[in-house]
């Protein structure tokens, strides 16, 4: 199972940019994809989730109403559009495989993702 971002860079506080994850080796259409970020020196904190069927998703607190997630099954893609972006958004963002269901905040525990992409780095000047 292979999950590559790409999409990270530099940007200026305010701006926008959009993460893409493709994924292979996987049935897609059978897992919830999932973003999370870390920051130096911080704990890897959950960033969003869509699940595989009906497109549902979950935000964590920091994020609600700036980022979007999304999928293409037919590309095997998740994508995490990220808008009005903060110099606290700044870290690696890693892309995440579950293939088990989970909601609200059960949706927010790494440990329960199955597989993980190497991370690409946004960083957000102010």
């Known amino acids: 199972v292979q999950l590559v971002e790409s999409g990270g860079g530099l940007v200026q506080a305010g701006g926008s940019l959009r993460l893409s994850c493709a994924a292979s080796?996987?049935?897609?259409?059978?897992?919830?994809m999932g973003w999370f970020r870390q920051a130096p020196g911080k704990e890897r904190d959950f960033v969003a989730v869509?699940?595989?069927?009906?497109?549902?998703?979950y935000y964590g607190d920091s994020v609600k109403g700036r980022f979007t997630i999304s999928r293409d099954n037919a590309k095997n893609t998740v994508y995490l559009q990220m808008n009005s972006l903060k110099p606290e958004d700044t870290a690696v963002y890693y892309c995440?495989?579950?293939?088990?269901?989970?909601?609200?905040?059960?949706?927010?525990?790494?440990?329960?993702?199955?597989?993980w992409g190497q991370g690409t780095q946004v960083t957000v000047s102010s």
């Open positions: 080796g996987l049935t897609f259409s059978r897992y919830r």
């Open positions: 869509i699940s595989w069927s009906d497109g549902s998703t």
């Open positions: 995440a495989a579950r293939g088990t269901y989970c909601s609200g905040y059960g949706c927010h525990v790494g440990t329960t993702y199955d597989y």
